[in-house]
């Protein structure tokens, strides 16, 4: 059974870079997409972006000037940068498994608990 | 404010049977398929319907999906205390070439 934990900094300063790590056991980064998606209080939840376990990736267009979404040399775990980090960005941060075909996510499953990120002085 | 539109709260008694609306348009619901996720707060989001009305395996039967033309439905029946929790549809979007959220409606078994 895949489970996913998100992992980081909780507290980032404004115009920093905002970096988490998602860790999947019970599974890999070799098959399926991988997903970053935030909920914060005023807009619900967020697609971010999401790669895949060939190298695609896709952005939501409002962050793209401002995501990187990669996976590293271990194939259980994939990270989140989000640079120039503004208050609006304080969010609730989950990772999560993609499905994807005709290039359309599906679905996503299953989530990580998701972990607060506060972007304060 | 989300893309796709759901009401603020719903609620019903143990037993009964209580739907979740979810309205959209022609680039996301009205040509994509609907997923519903289960939120409860503090714990990772489920996947209770994928592909407008299927369940994944663990998903009680009681948890049903409907889609027609622009809007979807979430319904639960024999409604459990458990089932309080928040719920949101979600749909690939055409335009925006992105998945998109509705804003959640939180569920309170009374």
């Known amino acids: 059974q895949v489970q996913l934990q998100e992992s980081g900094p909780g507290l980032v300063k404004p115009s920093e870079t905002l970096s988490l790590t998602c860790t999947v056991s019970?599974?890999?980064?070799?098959?399926?997409?991988w997903s970053w998606i935030r909920q914060t209080p005023g807009k619900g939840l967020e697609f971010i972006g999401y790669i895949c376990h060939n190298g695609d990736t896709n952005y939501n267009s409002s962050l793209r000037s401002r995501v990187t979404i990669s996976t590293g040399t271990s194939k259980n775990h994939f990270s989140l940068k989000l640079s120039s980090v503004i208050a609006a960005d304080t969010a609730v941060y989950y990772c999560?498994?993609?499905?994807?075909?005709?290039?359309?996510?599906?679905?996503?499953?299953?989530w990580g608990q998701g972990t607060l990120v506060t972007v304060s002085s | 404010q989300s893309v796709l539109t759901q009401p603020p709260s719903a609620s019903g008694t143990p037993g009964q049977r209580v739907t979740i609306s979810c309205s959209g348009g022609?680039?996301?619901?009205?040509?994509?398929?609907v997923c519903w996720y289960q939120h409860l707060p503090g714990t990772a989001p489920r996947l209770l319907i994928y592909?407008?009305?299927q369940r994944p395996s663990g998903v009680p039967d009681r948890f049903s999906g409907s889609k027609s033309g622009t809007s979807a439905s979430l319904a639960i029946s024999g409604l459990r205390s458990e089932d309080e929790a928040d719920y949101y549809c979600?749909?690939?979007?055409?335009?925006?070439?992105?998945?998109?959220f509705g804003g959640g409606t939180k569920l309170t078994v009374l």
């Open positions: 999560a498994r993609a499905s994807r075909s005709y290039d359309m996510i599906d679905w996503f499953d299953p």
């Open positions: 022609s680039s996301n619901i009205g040509s994509q398929n």
């Open positions: 979600a749909a690939w979007d055409d335009s925006l070439s992105s998945p998109v």
């Open positions: 592909a407008n009305y």
């Open positions: 019970g599974g890999s980064t070799n098959t399926y997409c």
